[in-house]
């Protein structure tokens, strides 16, 4: 007799439907967590942050994701190409990685050329300690004045006649402290161009003659020297200080390949003989300038700094001639043992690239000061340039 509905087993309908269930389940899940079938494969392409580089996150070639570099500090624009490769800023170099805030500048920041061209250069007075010497064509006065809560001392020509006259800071080269003396390897230069109707200044830099000591990390203490002198012009009835050129002679020579990338007040620019726009090269050749027994707290974090060719790129002109507003001119012996010609023409093409105005001169079997005729020549050459750009006259 057949089995009617009532009488079929329940526990088997049940364990059946249960099976099949299950078994609906497992295959579901089976083809969520598989890969897609062979030919239809397709990479995630996820920015992991912003500023970053695409990249595979999954499927084949998938890599990590590749930060981009970071901005310069203080880079605000690109004007033109630039001999090597933009800096990468390494400040600061051990930065404290705290979520949410600014990581700690580094200590030397401030000494970098952007960290130059951030800070201010208030100057001050202009000091007439007394009369040193007149000439037929010139009075030669010693000076002081402020710069940094320093006291800096110096030589001034101020010419006969009627003025305001232009200005040309002249910046002695590396002389032993103890042997310098004010006036020393500019005076020449100063009588030369006071005679052509040009008030001329020779500072003696932080820690030569009567000036104070001061910091002077990667030689920018006696850039600020002369940035604060350039601001202290207008305290001398006789100078005009909307004309200002710089000349510089082995150190000093740097030093105005330093600001002439921080200040555009400088109209024109004369490198005699200079020392490397790049300071890795100054301090394999020198040293750092920090004398061994310093007790200076920041000595050992400077140390390192000078020892990090990233973060020396931060402190060297030549990679920075893009900001340079100036007309300059270089004169270079082909003899110079002091400061190979190699480091002259490193400015000279530097410049270029950068697409500035730049007139380069080399003197046969001249050394590191030139002698003679072409001492002569160097000197002519340079009044006129200064004629050029300072009086806007030529001959």
Known sequence: ?????????????????????????????????????????????????????????SGRGAAQATPAPPTPIGAALTLAATP??????TLPL????????TPTPHPLADYTIDGLRRRQYPGGTIEILGTLDATDAYTRYAIAYPSDGLRITGVMHVPHGQGPFPVVILNHGYIPPDQYWPGADTWRE????????????????RGW????????????????DVLNLVSSLPS??????ERVGLWGHSMGGGLVAK??????????????????????????????????????????????????????????????????????????????????????????????LAG????YYEYPGQGHAFQGQSWQLFMERTAAFFDAHLKGTTT
């Not at 790129?313 to 082909?334: D, E, K, P, W």
């Open 356 to 359: 500035r105005s730049v007139e």
């Open 209 to 224: 003659a009567g000036s104070d000591q001061g910091p002077n990390y990667f030689r920018t203490g006696i850039v600020i």
């Open 259 to 352: 600001a002439i990338t921080i200040d555009p007040r400088i109209d024109a620019a004369v490198l005699y003989g200079p020392v490397s726009a790049y300071d890795l090269d100054n301090i394999q050749k020198w040293g750092d300038g920090l004398p061994d027994d310093s007790d200076d707290p920041l000595a050992p974090i400077y140390r390192e700094a000078a020892r990090d060719p990233a973060f020396i790129r931060l402190t060297s002109a030549t990679f920075y001639f893009h900001y340079v507003t100036a007309a300059v001119q270089i004169h270079q012996g082909t003899a110079d043992t002091v400061t190979p010609p190699e480091w002259a023409r490193a400015i000279r093409d530097s410049l270029q």
């Open 236 to 241: 001398v009835p006789q100078a005009d200080p």
């Open 190 to 205: 100063a009588d030369f161009l006071a005679r052509r109707g040009y008030l001329c200044i020779a500072p003696d830099f």
């Open 84 to 89: 090597f490769p933009r800096p990468q800023p």
């Open 94 to 101: 051990h930065p404290t990685a705290t979520p949410g805030l």
């Open 1 to 57: 007799m057949a089995r009617s509905p009532a009488t079929t087993r329940p526990f088997a309908g049940s364990a059946c439907a249960a099976l099949l269930l299950l078994t609906l389940l497992a295959a579901c899940s089976w083809r969520s967590e598989s890969s897609p079938a062979a030919g239809t494969a397709t990479s995630v392409v996820s920015r992991v942050a912003s500023g970053t580089t695409p990249v595979a996150t």
